[in-house]
Nanobody, 120 residues
């Protein structure tokens, strides 16, 4: 069970920090990721972190602006988003999988998502 929080409305250039709390399964056993979906578009990968957090990967659109991190003691994964752009507007989803899906969109478990809106 994954629950996202931290979305909202922000001006271009601003920052948001998304959180995803995992329950029902030890998060340290899971590869975790953030994906997003804008209206009329397909769901796309944003960032992923390995089980220990030692390895991360990002979509080109997120590199240099977003940072994914995790706390296995808190069963939580974060997405720090800086220098936000209007094109970052989307519903952001937390996803998890015991198999390393890395930059795929085919994760097993999904949260309900949190809306991020960036105004110009």
């Amino acid at each position: 069970h994954l629950v996202e929080s931290g979305g909202g409305l922000v001006q271009a250039g601003g920052s948001l920090r998304l959180s995803c709390a995992a329950s029902g399964r030890t998060s340290s056993l899971l590869t975790m990721a953030w994906l997003r979906q804008a209206p009329g578009k397909e769901r796309e990968f944003v960032a992923a972190t390995s089980r220990t957090g030692a390895f991360t990967t990002y979509a080109d659109s997120a590199k240099g602006r977003f940072t994914i991190s995790r706390s296995n003691t808190k069963n939580t994964v974060y997405l720090q988003m800086n220098s936000l752009k209007p094109e970052d507007t989307a519903r952001y989803y937390c996803a998890a999988d015991p198999v390393n899906r890395w930059d795929s969109v085919d994760y097993k478990d999904w949260g309900q998502g949190t809306q991020v809106t960036v105004s110009s």
